[in-house]
């Protein structure tokens, strides 16, 4: 497999194929892998650092058996066709041996012209790497800088430098290519009217971010260029360079810049001080993914970021201050208004490079009109030419969750053209033996991140190293910066192996997202790995103490010490496995449930496919066509036709799911299915949740009331099935966000916007003398979305605005339906008489469905009752308990495109599971110390899983292959006689000594 550009997507991608044991080249043009994430300070919704959030992915990438990372690489030409390519690929000189360069930076000091460094708003930028988590962690020498190679050879220490490295042409066999070469963004230079280029306090949201970021050019900083003077005023302007007409702009939405706009300006007043005015000028606010409505809110609400609804012409510098002045008019005001800011963020979208366009050219791929790789109707992944697919924004502007989810999708769409069965083979330990150190005596090494401004910010990492340096048994303590980073963690494997260290804190982010990488950091000095202890004092401290940095480091010091105290009595532990099911269970059978079904069926995997209704379908039955023209009717036909002819597929419709048992790999899930709904248990390995959600249909605006009310999917069967009867209609009205973005249904409903603009385009198709009327509160056709918006608007669409606090009221007079709803350009009520009535209802969670499996399966729900994913950026289709993904609109709303692509994503990521033939149960399993126990029962009746029984002994025996590690057992015990292991009484008790103090 060939993966070609080294973000987020395309490592997603080469992971998942590697993981499903596929060998993988991933090559990128750039020094290092990581693209554009790398490069911001925070991720929304949560706020998190990226840097922290994005390094295990790229450690990740580095250390994958299969996978071969290929940096300053470029595909010269492709040859052969699906299943067979040959791809030459040509790699520039990089004048550096990687496995040998440490990063030391010798070379960047004495010859800082020489070495390489990516220009940005730093002059001071040292080195190629972008970010401290570069991978691969090594440096690169611009040889025609270089007036005496021997000199600079002499600067470095393990002979790294290679002088007469030269341009290699590679040719590999590949069977498909995933094309993840993501897009640029926009540079508003080109642009005279807001001063990029011009003005120094006029930035981009991408120079905002790196002022942000503790790697930035003011080391987390945030200053104002000109004067080096923190600002008291920022605005943003929306969508520059998108959602335009003139020359310089593109048509579409970019699907991004509001959400980053939100969160920089609440990261400013979060990190810099409340007192900091922060406003956003903006058209339409498009917050449409999930959680990011409640997130605007927080914004506005919470953080007091001010929101105009008004695109300004332009920003006037005073050249005495420096300041920036914007004049804009407010839709509800005659006149203008002009302020003045002392720093303006320009939000900037997408666009595709003009080597990304020659690459498809060679390739022989289409394009769309936007220059973004065109995909078949149904399939957002397939590209005009088989076995090429695509992920990432190279297919679509998307946000991060959305390219992972079609990063899985592409490796799973390209794995089909290998054969589904593979090879065993043997696994060759990439570990040394463990060193035996369970009687010497604890000698703790203590490394404390400070991540940036993540937790240094806020604590005096150096006074935690001192204080931990006086803890007895704390042989090493020692502050590690970015401690996840390649540089660090080096460093701290050396101080292991040079100290002789035999037990590791880490001060420093979430062991959720970090631990297995500090694991695998003991495996390689030959340390058990469960002789490490994360102090997680980034989640669990400062994030939760902002503001209070004596507190925070009160509590800093309480945490070092249960975790220096607990890692005492930390002792090795065998992890337990076992052979896994190579059973798949799909839960729905809509158009996600099926698509995913049919991916696996087709790697040669048996699929259970459970559906509650009599036939397959789901509510994609109810619409006709998708906003581009597709017959969905047809396609439906035709996935039913398919799955249910499949040799692999075991369709189950009328069946209910009525308990559930095992772990990870083994699961064991009994089913009552057909008339008599007759029992059945299937053994599987994994499980896809594709419950999809319901129609919404609100009690408002006379639905349920009056006749000629309807929803959108009421007036979309209509459209498709008597249009005769549009033809006799002369004004419809329709209603946007009706049941969402308000406090019973706090989220954006996301499909929307596309249905009303889908319903208004038909209808003058079919009737062009008819006047549609849209009443929204912002539109939010996202994406290429954008293009059908325009076209409504081109063909004599109406759109008017409402706010929340002033809706729309619809009333019947002398049996006619009148709308009466306020215009703010009027600056008056009017009153529209209307044939119809549609309103855009979206959908809600089938909240009885998930809260039955959320209970059966122990997964956690949102707050709209929607299944929540492990992480919202990294994890969108995994799911917090090991073996269940998500796919579809039970994930959250969601057009059908999308959800295909969920559902190849979550079939893909069972694949990687699946692959390995064997689960690692870890081992964290309850022990029964058999002298101690008195065969009470308690532990029997206790466990919610019915694990502990009574053996021939007459004592209780706990099955590892079936534990879940829950601690139940162990917490009701009235002997002391379980043990849960890595969580042991003595554990526990030594984390409160250290707590309160007591050491001996």
């Given at each position: 497999?060939l ?12 992971l ?59 595909l ?25 360069c ?10 800082p ?36 190679i ?41 642009l ?17 971010e ?12 945030l200053?104002?260029r ?22 310089a ?23 810099f ?6 406003t ?8 449409h ?17 001010r ?10 510098q ?8 914007i ?6 005001k ?44 149904f ?21 991060i ?23 065993e ?24 991140c ?22 007895p ?56 790995k ?12 400062t ?10 480091f ?10 220096i ?39 040669g995997?048996?699929?259970y496919?459970i ?12 619409i ?41 790999g ?21 499980t ?12 408002e ?27 006799t ?7 946007q ?36 009327f ?13 293009d ?23 009333e019947?007079e002398?049996k ?12 008056s ?29 122990h ?24 073996g ?20 190849q ?54 099955d ?41």
């Open positions: 497999m993966v070609i550009g080294g973000g987020v997507g395309g490592i997603r991608a080469a998942d194929l590697a993981e499903s044991r596929r060998d993988v080249v991933l090559i990128d043009r750039s020094y290092s892998i990581g693209g554009l994430m790398t490069q911001l300070d925070r991720t929304f919704p949560t706020n998190n650092c990226d840097l922290c959030t994005v390094s295990p992915y790229l450690s990740q990438g580095s250390r994958e058996a299969r996978l071969d990372l290929k940096p300053m690489t470029r010269d030409r492709l040859e052969g066709e699906a299943g067979k390519f040959t791809a030459t690929l040509v790699t520039e000189p990089r004048y550096i041996d990687i496995d040998k440490t990063a030391c930076g010798e070379c960047a000091k004495k010859f012209d020489a070495v390489r460094f990516t220009p940005g708003l730093d002059p001071r930028a040292p080195t190629c790497m972008r970010y401290p988590q570069a991978t691969p962690f090594a440096y690169s020498i611009d040889m025609d800088k270089v007036a005496d021997k000199e600079i050879q002499k600067v470095c220490k393990v002979d790294a430098i290679l002088a007469e490295d030269t341009v290699t042409e590679t040719r590999v066999e590949v069977a498909s290519i995933v094309l993840s070469m993501g897009a640029d963004l926009f540079d508003p230079k080109i005279d009217n807001f001063g990029s280029g011009q003005f120094d306090n006029v930035v981009t949201g991408l120079e905002y790196r002022i942000m970021s503790a790697s930035g050019p003011f080391q987390g900083n200053v104002r000109s004067d080096r003077q923190r600002p008291k005023r920022v605005a943003w302007i929306q969508c520059v360079g998108s959602r335009g007409i003139n020359k702009d593109v048509p579409y939405c970019s699907g991004v810049c509001c959400m980053y706009a939100l969160k920089e300006a609440m990261v400013t007043k979060e990190r001080g409340e007192d900091i005015e922060t956003i000028f903006f058209m339409d606010m498009r917050t993914g999930k959680n990011y409505e409640q997130y605007y809110n927080r914004a506005r609400d919470e953080y007091k970021v929101m105009i609804r008004c695109k300004p012409h332009s920003v006037v005073d050249d005495e201050t420096k300041n920036l002045q004049t804009y008019a407010l839709e509800e005659a006149s203008q208004e002009t302020e003045e800011f002392d720093m303006v963020v320009l939000s900037t979208g997408f666009r595709i490079g003009q080597e990304s366009i020659e690459l498809a050219d060679k390739l022989g791929i289409d394009l769309n009109e936007h220059k973004f790789a065109a995909t078949a109707p399939n957002p992944a397939v590209t005009s030419k088989p076995g090429i697919y695509v992920c990432g924004v190279y297919e679509s502007p998307k946000d969750p959305e390219t992972m989810v079609q990063g899985s999708a592409a490796a799973s769409m390209a794995a089909t053209n290998l054969p589904a069965f593979l090879p083979e043997e696994v060759e330990d990439l570990f040394p033996p463990e060193r035996n150190v369970a009687d010497d005596d604890p000698k703790i090494g203590v490394f404390v400070d991540c940036g401004y993540e937790i240094g910010g806020l604590v005096d990492v150096k006074k935690i190293i001192e204080f931990a340096e006086t803890i048994d704390v042989a090493v303590a020692k502050a590690v910066g970015y401690g996840c980073s390649s540089e660090s963690m080096a460093e701290i494997e050396t101080m292991i192996q040079e100290n002789g260290l035999n037990r590791i804190v880490i001060g420093g982010c979430s062991p959720r997202t970090h631990e297995t990488k500090f694991q695998d950091l003991l495996r390689r000095t030959g340390l058990n469960y002789l490490v202890e994360i102090v997680n004092l980034r989640d669990q401290n994030w939760a103490h902002m503001g209070q940095p004596e507190q925070a009160d509590k800093a010091i309480k945490l070092l010490q249960v975790g105290s607990g890692v005492r009595k930390n002792h090795p532990l065998t992890d337990h496995t076992l052979p896994m099911s190579q059973n798949a269970l799909v839960v729905g059978g809509g158009v996600t449930g099926m698509t995913s079904a049919l991916q696996l069926a087709d790697q995997i048996k699929v496919l559906e509650r209704a009599p036939a397959l379908g789901g509510l994609a039955q109810s006709s066509r998708t906003i581009e023209g597709e017959d969905v009717g047809a396609f439906v036909r035709d996935l039913v036709e398919k799955v249910t002819a499949h040799d692999n597929i075991q369709v189950l419709t009328r069946s209910v799911i009525v308990d559930h048992s095992g772990m990870p083994l699961f064991k899930t009994g089913i009552q299915t057909g008339l008599r709904m007759n029992y059945m248990q299937i053994d599987h390995g994994v896809i949740l594709a419950t999809g959600a319901l129609p919404n249909r609100p009690q605006y006379g639905l349920n009331q009056y006749e000629k009310v309807v929803t959108q999917l009421e007036l979309d069967d209509i459209l498709e099935n008597d249009p005769e009867q549009i033809k209609m002369d004004q419809i009205v329709m209603i966000c009706v049941g969402s973005r308000e406090e019973s249904n706090p989220n954006c409903s996301r499909i929307c916007c596309q249905a009303a603009m889908k319903n208004a385009l038909r209808l003058k198709q079919i009737n062009p003398e008819i006047e549609v849209v009443l929204y509160r912002d539109i939010r056709t996202y994406g290429f979305q954008e059908y918006y325009r076209e409504a608007r081109n063909q004599g669409v109406k759109f008017i605005r409402f706010s929340l606090d002033n809706r729309p009221v619809v019947e002398n006619e339906l009148y709308v009466r709803v306020h215009d703010f350009i009027l600056g009520e009017i009153k529209i008489a209307a044939d119809r009535v549609a309103l855009s209802t979206g959908l809600i969670a089938d909240d009885e469905t998930t809260e039955d499996l959320a209970l059966m399966f997964l956690p729900r949102t707050e709209d009752n929607y299944f929540l994913e492990d992480h919202v950026k990294l994890r969108p289709v995994d799911m917090s308990l090991r269940f993904f998500i796919a579809g609109t039970a994930h959250s709303p969601k057009i059908i495109r999308e959800s295909i692509t969920q559902a994503a979550a079939a893909g990521r069972a694949q990687t599971m699946l692959a390995k033939k064997e689960i690692n149960l870890g081992a964290s399993v309850a022990k029964v110390d058999g002298t101690k126990c008195a065969a009470c029962l308690v532990c029997v009746r206790a466990c919610p899983f019915g694990i502990p029984m009574i053996n021939a002994e007459g004592y209780s025996q706990i590892p292959a079936k534990c879940q590690g829950c601690g139940v057992c162990a917490a009701d015990c009235p002997a002391k006689a379980i043990q849960l292991m890595a969580f042991e009484d003595d554990q526990i008790l030594a984390k409160l000594d250290g707590l309160f103090e007591r050491y001996n």
